[in-house]
């Protein structure tokens, strides 16, 4: 596609159960972040995937959180055993090359709420 | 203290004003990101720039790496520019951007 895709958009969920995040990145882009944006806050790095070197986890908050992207493209962020305050937008963005190098795309965001 | 810092926090303006909304860092930087996100809406990126100034439409975009600023101007506003502005920079490694808090603007008709 043309631009970052992401699904589902929306996703409710009972506290306990796991959730999968999808994010498709533009063709070509090397470089992909997943972001998480709770309620009027900024954007939380979680993880970045660069090519095939090894990802960045350092910003994911607990265990319960794992990412992974597959044949260089494709990104699933997955969500164990899913809290209240893991509520938020999750954010896929990627990028050409680094991130000095390129225009940085997001996708429309997957809002999971956990009941 | 946070490695980028935006100002102001919100802005109000009639519309047609020119507006400016500014970004100082403190970190050595390849590049600078101006993003925009609508009220409810996705992040979109408005400009990459590394030195000078560039312009799309209304919108301008300023960086002076002496003085680690960068400035974005919106001429002739209008309401639809109401959404909140973002300032990044990428980290020392690369792996991570540093986020402004963002300047929320609202153009009233």
């Known amino acids: 596609g043309a631009g970052v895709s992401q699904s589902p958009s929306n996703k409710v969920t009972e506290k306990g159960k796991d959730v999968e995040l999808r994010c498709d990145p533009i063709s070509g882009h090397t470089a992909l972040y997943w972001y998480r944006q709770s309620l009027g806050q900024g954007l939380e790095f979680l993880i970045y995937f660069q090519g095939n070197s090894a990802p960045d986890k350092s910003g994911l908050p607990s265990d319960r959180f794992s990412a992974e992207r597959t044949g260089g493209s494709v990104s699933t962020l997955t969500i164990q055993r899913t809290q209240q305050e893991d509520s938020a937008v999750y954010l896929c963005?990627?990028?050409?090359?680094?991130?000095?190098?390129?225009?940085?795309?997001f996708g429309e965001g997957s809002r999971l709420t956990v009941l | 203290k946070n490695e980028v810092e935006q100002s102001p926090q919100n802005l109000t303006a009639q519309e047609g004003e020119f507006i400016t909304i500014n970004c100082s860092y403190s970190v050595g930087i390849s590049a600078l990101h101006w993003l925009q996100q609508h009220p409810g809406g996705g992040i979109v990126s408005l400009f990459m720039l590394s030195s000078g100034k560039k312009k799309h439409g209304r919108l301008i975009a300023t960086i002076n790496i002496q003085e680690k600023h960068s400035s974005l101007h919106i001429t002739a506003s209008h309401p639809r520019d109401s959404a909140v502005y973002i300032c990044a920079v990428p980290t020392n490694t690369g792996n991570q951007f540093y986020f402004g808090t963002g300047t929320s603007l609202t153009v009233i008709p």
């Open positions: 963005a990627s990028l050409w090359g680094g991130p000095g190098t390129g225009e940085l795309f």
